[in-house]
């Protein structure tokens, strides 16, 4: 149950990489670009709000780990505070906040698309692994010196 959390933290990761671009838009002269980089922080928290719920679907009914929801929750909570101290003019706090912010969401969004141990078989890979393992033992229990690394010697030779 990955793909959902996989989608919306790619989303949101890509929403607050453009904060950077348009706060430099507006840096560099382009005065339309502050109404945008605003809006797009409200559009931002609720790209993250929305990976925190399909986060929640990692762990269930996914059967990950609990810690994607939370950490998109304290992000969500970073964003709320950059938006503050945003209003606030406060760019000694807002620029380094954003840097950290962005580089939070690229972690997670990194983390999403990384391979996981079990959870990327497909459900037929699944259920002969067990077969497999029943089969070991029995294949091992015909020849019980080779299986302990001794080689086994030949009926036909003599000794």
Do not use: K
């Amino acid at each position: 149950m990955r793909w959902p959390f996989r989608v919306a933290m790619s989303t949101a990761a890509v929403m607050l990489f453009d904060q950077a671009v348009f706060a430099g838009q507006f840096l560099a002269g382009t005065f339309g670009a502050l109404p945008t980089h605003r809006a797009n922080a409200t559009y931002s928290g609720i790209a993250v709000l929305v990976a925190a719920a399909a986060g929640v679907l990692v762990r269930w009914p996914g059967r990950g780990p609990l810690w994607p929801a939370l950490a998109c929750l304290g992000l969500f909570g970073l964003i709320a505070l950059q938006i503050v101290v945003g209003f606030a003019r406060m760019l000694t706090v807002h620029v380094p906040l954003g840097v950290s912010i962005i580089g939070l969401a690229a972690a997670l969004a990194v983390w999403s698309w990384r391979p996981t141990e079990n959870a990327e078989r497909r459900p037929a890979e699944n259920a002969e692994r067990p077969a497999e393992s029943a089969e070991r033992p029995a294949e091992n229990a015909e020849r019980p010196a080779e299986s302990a690394g001794q080689p086994v010697e030949s009926a036909g030779r003599a000794a």
